[in-house]
C-alpha cells in the first residue's frame, strides 16, 4: 500500500501521512490556485484553517458519461488527492443531478419512470468512477434528496425580493442583483456556454432571469411547495445542497469550463442574494475543454465517446495519465495519436517501476530530496502537472546513468499519491522454459553469434515476457 492518505468512495476518511506531506506540511500555504473569478494566481488559505470545503458540479444521470466528464473528474481528483497528501482536511462533495429536462425526456422516450431511468444511469456512473481510480470524493448528494431545502431557498429569496412569479413558475430577476457577471465578466450566452440548460419563458423580465422553481407539466415529477407543485430549476440545486452541506460559504469550487456560465454565475447570485453573505465561494477552479481529433464532441458529429467504450481500448491508467499529464486548465484533444503517445510514456515509467523494485540505488541520495523539493514547487503552482513530470522523468534520467532500487522506486510511489497512475508490481515466478530461453540467448551473444541472439529474444516476446541486458546479467520481466 503507497504511504499517502488513503480514500474510500462515498466516506469522508482519515488517513495516515506520506513522506510529501511530512515535507511540505510546514509550506503548505504555499499551494496557489489560479481563481477563476479573480483571474489571477492567488495563495490558498481555507477558511477555516487546514480543513477544505470542496464542491464540484456532478453529472446528470441521462445517459452513459462521456471523456468529458472523465476529463473534469480525473482532474478534481488528482487536485482533491494532492490537497490531502500535503496536509489537508479535505471535504470533497459532489452532487447527482437526478431530476432534470433531459432525464424526463429520455424516461419518456424509454417509457419508463424518470427516477428509474436516473438510478440506472447514477449506477453506472459510480462504476466507471471505481474503474478510473476517482475514489476521492467524500460524499454524493442526490438532487431529489434536497427537495425541501431548495423550497426553503426559494422562500428566502422571495422575501428579499429578488424573485418574481409567472406562469412556468418562480423567476430569478436578474435587475436585483447588479453584481451578476463577476465571475465570467459578462451577462450574455458565448458560444461555448452550456446553453441547453438556459431557461426560456417569454413572460421572463429579463433575458438572462433563471427559473428558480418550474411550475409542473402533465406526466412530469412534481412536489407540493408554497408557489406551486413543481419541481426546482437546475441552478437552485447546488446551492440547497452546498448550504446545507458547507453553510452559505465554502473553500473550493470546481467544474468544466462551460459551466461558467450561467450556471456557476447563477449559482453565486442565488446564494450571495439569499445569505447577504460574500463572497459565496473563495476559488474557482474551471477544467479546460476537450475535442476529438481537433472538434467538438458531439453525437451529430459521431464522435462521441463514453468512458466504458473509452476503457474497452485503452485501459483506466493509460486514461488518467493522459488527463493528468496536460494542466487541468489547459484544453486537450483526444486523439489516436496522444493516447498512443500516453500508453508508451506510461509503459516506460512502470517499467523503471519494476526495474527499480529490486536493486541497488548507486545515486547520490541529494537527488531524493532535490526531486521532492522541486515536484513540490511546480504542483503548488496551481498545479502545475506537466512540470511536475518533467521533474519525474529527469529522476529518471539521472537514476538511470547510475542504477536505481528502492529509495528512486519508494519516491516515485510516493509522488504517485496523488496521480494515481502507476501499476502496481505483480510478482509473477518466471517460467523455467523462459529461463532456459535467456540462458541460451546469453550464451549465443558470448560467440557473438548475433543472429541467433536476436531469434531467441524475439520468441521469448511471443511468449509474454521482455529481456533487458544489464551490467551484471539480463533481467527478465513480463510485457
Not at 35 to 48: A, D, I, M, V, Y
Not at 378 to 391: C, I, K
Not at 415 to 444: G, H, M, T, W
Amino acid at each position: 500500500m503507497d504511504k499517502v492518505i488513503m480514500v474510500k468512495q462515498n466516506a469522508e476518511v482519515k488517513g495516515k501521512t506520506s513522506s510529501v506531506k511530512r515535507e511540505a506540511k510546514e509550506d503548505r500555504t504555499e499551494l496557489k490556485l489560479l481563481n477563476t473569478q479573480s483571474g489571477k494566481k492567488e495563495l490558498f488559505k481555507p477558511r477555516n484553517g487546514r480543513n477544505v470545503k470542496f464542491f464540484v458540479c456532478g453529472p446528470t444521470v441521462y445517459d452513459y458519461s462521456h471523456i468529458g466528464h472523465a476529463k473534469t473528474y480525473i482532474q478534481f481528483d488528482m487536485i482533491a488527492k494532492y490537497m490531502r497528501a500535503i496536509g489537508y482536511d479535505v471535504f470533497y462533495l459532489q452532487n447527482i443531478t437526478d431530476l432534470d429536462d433531459k432525464i424526463i425526456q429520455r424516461a419518456k422516450e424509454r417509457k419508463i419512470d424518470p427516477k428509474q431511468l436516473a438510478e440506472e444511469f447514477e449506477a453506472e456512473y459510480y462504476k466507471d468512477l471505481k474503474t478510473l481510480g476517482v475514489n476521492s470524493i467524500t460524499k454524493f448528494a442526490r438532487a431529489t434528496d434536497f427537495i425541501k431545502e431548495m423550497i426553503n431557498q426559494v422562500k428566502i429569496l422571495m422575501e428579499r425580493g429578488y424573485t418574481y412569479e409567472n406562469e412556468d413558475g418562480v423567476y430569478f430577476d436578474l435587475s436585483k442583483f447588479p453584481e451578476y457577471g463577476k465571475l465570467s465578466g459578462r451577462t450574455a450566452l458565448e458560444a461555448e456556454d452550456a446553453v441547453t440548460r438556459i431557461d426560456e419563458s417569454v413572460k421572463k423580465r429579463n433575458k438572462g432571469d433563471f427559473c428558480l422553481w418550474k411550475l409542473s407539466k402533465p406526466g412530469e415529477p412534481k412536489w407540493p411547495s408554497p408557489f406551486g407543485e413543481g419541481r426546482p430549476g437546475w441552478h437552485i440545486e447546488d446551492t440547497a445542497i452546498t448550504e446545507t452541506v458547507f453553510g452559505p460559504q465554502y473553500d473550493v469550487h470546481g467544474g468544466a469550463r462551460d459551466l461558467i456560465f450561467p450556471h456557476h454565475e447563477a449559482e453565486i447570485a442565488q446564494m450571495e442574494a439569499a445569505s447577504g453573505k460574500k463572497p459565496f465561494v473563495k476559488y474557482w477552479l474551471h477544467t479546460g475543454f476537450l475535442t476529438i481529433n481537433g472538434q467538438k464532441m458531439s453525437k451529430s458529429l459521431g464522435n462521441f465517446i463514453t468512458i466504458r467504450d473509452a476503457l474497452k481500448k485503452w485501459n483506466a491508467k493509460t486514461l488518467r495519465y493522459f488527463f493528468i499529464s496536460t494542466h487541468y486548465r489547459s484544453p486537450i484533444d483526444f486523439s489516436e495519436e496522444n493516447l498512443v503517445k500516453a500508453q508508451n510514456t506510461l509503459d516506460r515509467l512502470n517499467e523503471f517501476m519494476e526495474k527499480t523494485e529490486s536493486g541497488i540505488d548507486n545515486f547520490d541520495d541529494k537527488l531524493i530530496e532535490t526531486t521532492r523539493n522541486d515536484f513540490l514547487a511546480a504542483m503548488n503552482d496551481d498545479l502545475d502537472t506537466p512540470r511536475a513530470f518533467a521533474v519525474i522523468f529527469n529522476f529518471i534520467r539521472e537514476v538511470n546513468k547510475t542504477g536505481g532500487g528502492k529509495k528512486a522506486h519508494n519516491l516515485l510511489r510516493e509522488l504517485d499519491a496523488a496521480f494515481n497512475i502507476l501499476s502496481a508490481i505483480e510478482k509473477k515466478e518466471i517460467p523455467k522454459e523462459i529461463e532456459e530461453l535467456v540462458k541460451e540467448r546469453q550464451l549465443a551473444r558470448e560467440r557473438k553469434d548475433w543472429k541467433r541472439a536476436d531469434e531467441i529474444r524475439k520468441k521469448i516476446n511471443e511468449m509474454g515476457y521482455a529481456v533487458e541486458d544489464e551490467e551484471g546479467g539480463a533481467r527478465i520481466r513480463t510485457i
